[in-house]
């Protein structure tokens, strides 16, 4: 028998005596009760308490994968700025290619090998 059943006969067998001892005394009233009693208080408490740990452990699952996925995100991210700084130099070179004297060459020789 589990703790909290033990604790729940327990008061069932207390109710029972007080109520007999009523009687005994000359008042059959009802025991009183409160807004819950102790043991299905205490049982509710324990299944709250197991689905709490539960979803504890779901949302830790999720927090991991989504730290996965920032890690990600961050390789990406450097990634796309390394690229982006690449993209810029080889701008700023075909300008210099293009510039200038040389520039006029090299586009007046690529027309000709076009024509070719």
């Given at each position: 028998?589990?703790?909290s ?8 067998v ?58 990600a995100l ?31 060459l090299?586009?007046?020789?690529a ?5 070719g």
């Amino acid at each position: 028998m589990d703790e909290s059943a033990r604790v729940e006969e327990l008061l069932r067998v207390n109710a029972e005596l007080a109520a007999e001892l009523r009687a005994l005394a000359g008042r059959a009233e009802s025991p009183r009760r409160g807004r819950v009693p102790a043991a299905r208080g205490i049982a509710r408490l324990h299944a709250e308490r197991e689905a709490l740990q539960t979803q504890l452990a779901e949302t830790q699952t999720a927090l991991e994968h989504l730290q996965g996925v920032q890690v990600a995100l961050d390789v990406v991210s450097a990634e796309r700025e390394r690229l982006g700084r690449e993209n810029e130099r080889l701008a700023a070179e075909v300008v210099r290619l293009r510039s200038g004297w040389q520039g006029a060459l090299r586009r007046l020789r690529a027309r000709l090998l076009a024509r070719g």
